[in-house]
């Protein structure tokens, strides 16, 4: 059996192995079905401040742990037409309801309230309390708006 890797470099190759391989993304239309079990890998970004405000790319990598120190301090989103717009296009909120989903990491010792970026509304409980975490889920809701969810 031979391992097939897919990259925006090469292309469709043939290598040695058995399994096959996606560098950077892959767009499905229609559905997609995985058997067995996901594993997800997250490149993470360290904040040690009182105050950060999030890059897309970190929303596009998927984790943020942050320390906070020196009192209450805010997670501030980036500008919903950043959201939208994505990484480089990647990551990029085409349509309304598209979402991207990434964790969050109190890892300090102060509260951290969630705050929006312009154009942006956070729902749900925005307060994340020490050595604890949050899923941001981040959603089109027009093509000038995003709404953060915080689960």
Do not use: W
């Given at each position: 059996m031979?391992?097939v890797v897919i990259?925006?470099?090469?292309?469709?190759?043939?290598?040695?192995?058995?399994?096959?391989?996606?560098?950077?993304?892959i767009?499905?239309?229609g559905?997609?079905e995985?058997?067995?079990?996901?594993?997800?890998k997250?490149?993470?970004?360290?904040?040690?401040?009182?105050n950060?405000?999030l890059?897309?790319?970190?929303?596009?990598?998927?984790l943020?742990?942050?320390?906070s120190?020196?009192?209450?301090?805010?997670?501030?989103?980036p500008?919903?037409a950043?959201?939208?717009?994505?990484?480089?296009?990647v990551?990029a909120?085409?349509?309304?309801?598209?979402s991207?989903?990434?964790?969050?990491?109190?890892?300090?010792?102060?509260?951290?309230?969630?705050?929006?970026?312009s154009n942006?509304t956070?729902?749900?409980?925005?307060?994340?309390p020490?050595?604890?975490?949050a899923?941001?889920?981040?959603?089109r809701?027009?093509?000038?708006?995003?709404?953060?969810?915080?689960?």
């Amino acid at each position: 059996m031979v391992k097939v890797v897919i990259s925006d470099n090469k292309g469709l190759v043939q290598e040695a192995g058995t399994n096959v391989v996606l560098e950077n993304s892959i767009a499905v239309g229609g559905d997609l079905e995985l058997r067995g079990r996901q594993t997800q890998k997250f490149t993470h970004a360290d904040a040690d401040t009182q105050n950060h405000t999030l890059t897309v790319a970190q929303i596009k990598d998927g984790l943020l742990v942050h320390t906070s120190t020196t009192g209450a301090g805010t997670l501030t989103t980036p500008t919903a037409a950043a959201i939208i717009a994505g990484d480089s296009g990647v990551g990029a909120l085409e349509q309304n309801g598209d979402s991207i989903i990434m964790y969050y990491m109190n890892d300090g010792n102060q509260t951290v309230t969630v705050t929006a970026g312009s154009n942006v509304t956070v729902l749900g409980d925005a307060d994340v309390p020490t050595n604890t975490g949050a899923t941001l889920i981040f959603r089109r809701h027009s093509s000038t708006a995003v709404r953060c969810f915080v689960v």
